[in-house]
């Protein structure tokens, strides 16, 4: 009988340690995997000076390595709310300061989530395909992941309307606690859900909640700064005009940096205290000199500037990516791809090929020496069924060069796999 809690026996290595272990083995591979943030690119100028402005006073140097409050510092969860609301085109005041709350990256704040929010046996509805990180959380928490298939737009309302209904008709809803999106540039898809899909499906989950249960949206908007091309939109949030429906969280770890794991988000007023309470047992708030070298950056104009410079870098990351897909890949009717305005990632299919490890590709393109993301791993246990011939690739990381190199491996691999499908003569 083993010893381990519940939790702990129901908890599964992420798919993405086994890929991190294969990059570290073979430092000569080309990973299109990992999520990494480019590497040349992160701010260490703008966060020396930041530091060097925090302890150049000793009395604020000091204040910066002690505690904080449990929900974050006030200053920066104030200037963080201020630059939400002009985002969104929403008046400053239409959000409290006390409705945000700072952690340690925006994954321990869906972590918090889940434990404040789920029992064993609940249900968090989600897009298929989707962030493939949460759903580890989501299954080690004896919780259930129910897909809902996407197009173009984001997750299609008939469907989130079809799955509310049934459950209500078998006494099913209040297990279902809440549909967590990524509504910019998702993991892995890297769809931005539209401005007529976030109404529609706000408009869905609002009608569907009922003084007995309440039904939340979590929108993930960790990927919003990281845009290309196109016009920002207003998060889900800006629909909430009664502050009691959408969990906002974002993070600075793609737009920054991750090493400083300042998270953040901004809560339903009804669940102020319980995540309060939460985190207050957990680690008495988030590390407070990184959320102060946040605040520095931002109030200098440092985090603005860098943003700028960050976007070209993956304007031309992506760009490289998609026209290598484009001239290694272009006549295959088999492969198509999603277009991306922004974020990490390129979702593709191969339509007939089996991308998972056990399948011919993933073998192949180690062996040339490219590694990627197999889509199986990005999909729910249930609902819309796993897609298990499509991959995500990543231009986060690697240079220009080694894009282009890594694509056309990867292409010579997928062409060996196609050929040897077909019917030898």
């Known amino acids: 009988m083993s010893t381990l809690s519940r939790l702990s026996q129901s908890t599964v290595e992420a798919p993405i340690s086994f890929l991190m272990r294969e ?3 073979r430092p000569e591979l080309i990973s299109l995997a990992a999520g990494f943030v480019d590497q040349a690119s992160l701010p260490l100028a703008e966060t020396l000076r930041a530091a060097d402005e925090l302890l150049a006073s000793s009395a604020r140097g000091r204040a910066a390595l002690q505690y904080s409050t449990t929900m974050g510092d006030g200053a920066v969860r104030e200037i963080l709310l201020n630059r939400l609301l002009e985002a969104d085109g929403l008046p400053s005041g239409s959000r409290s300061i006390e409705q945000v709350i700072m952690t340690a990256g925006s994954n ?24 493939f990180v949460f759903l580890g959380a989501l299954r080690g928490m004896g919780a259930h992941a129910f897909g809902l298939p996407v197009d173009a737009s984001g997750v299609i309302p008939e469907v989130l309307e079809k799955v509310l209904q049934k459950a209500r008709a078998e006494g099913n809803s209040n297990r279902i606690k809440a549909l967590y999106l990524t509504t910019y540039f998702d993991n892995p898809s890297s769809i931005t859900t539209s401005t007529e899909r976030r109404e529609e499906i706000f408009e869905i989950v609002s009608r ?14 960790a990927y919003r700064d990281l845009r290309y091309f196109g016009k920002d939109l207003p998060s ?79 304007q031309q990351k992506l760009e490289t990516m998609t026209a290598a897909a484009n001239k290694y890949l272009g006549d295959l009717s088999e492969v198509t791809w999603l277009p991306a305005e922004g974020g990490l990632y390129i979702w593709m299919r191969l339509a007939g090929i089996n991308t998972g490890t056990e399948g011919p590709l993933f073998s192949r393109a180690l062996e040339k020496g490219v590694l990627y993301v197999p889509g199986c791993y990005c999909y729910p246990s249930a609902g819309d069924p796993p897609a298990h011939d499509r991959l995500r690739l990543s231009f986060g990381v690697q240079s220009l060069e080694r894009i282009a190199q890594g694509m056309q491996l990867l292409a010579e691999a997928i062409r060996e796999t196609l050929a040897q499908k077909e019917p030898q003569y």
Request: proline letters at 3%.
């Open 208 to 221: 569907h909640n009922h003084q007995h249960h309440q039904l939340y949206i979590i929108e993930d908007a």
């Open 236 to 314: 889900l949030l800006s629909l909430d005009r009664q502050h009691k429906t959408v969990i906002h969280t974002s993070s600075f770890s793609k737009s920054f940096s991750p090493g400083l794991r300042v998270g953040w988000g901004v809560l339903p007023k009804d669940l102020i205290t319980a995540l309060s309470n939460h985190q207050g047992n957990m680690n008495f708030g988030a590390p407070h000199f990184s959320q102060q070298i946040i605040l520095q950056v931002v109030q200098a104009g440092d985090f603005d500037l860098h943003l700028t410079k960050l976007r070209l870098t993956y």
């Open 108 to 131: 321990e704040l869906l972590y918090q989530l889940g434990l404040v929010l789920l029992d064993r046996e609940d249900i968090v509805l989600c897009a298929a395909p989707s962030y």
């Open 23 to 25: 990059a570290l083995a």
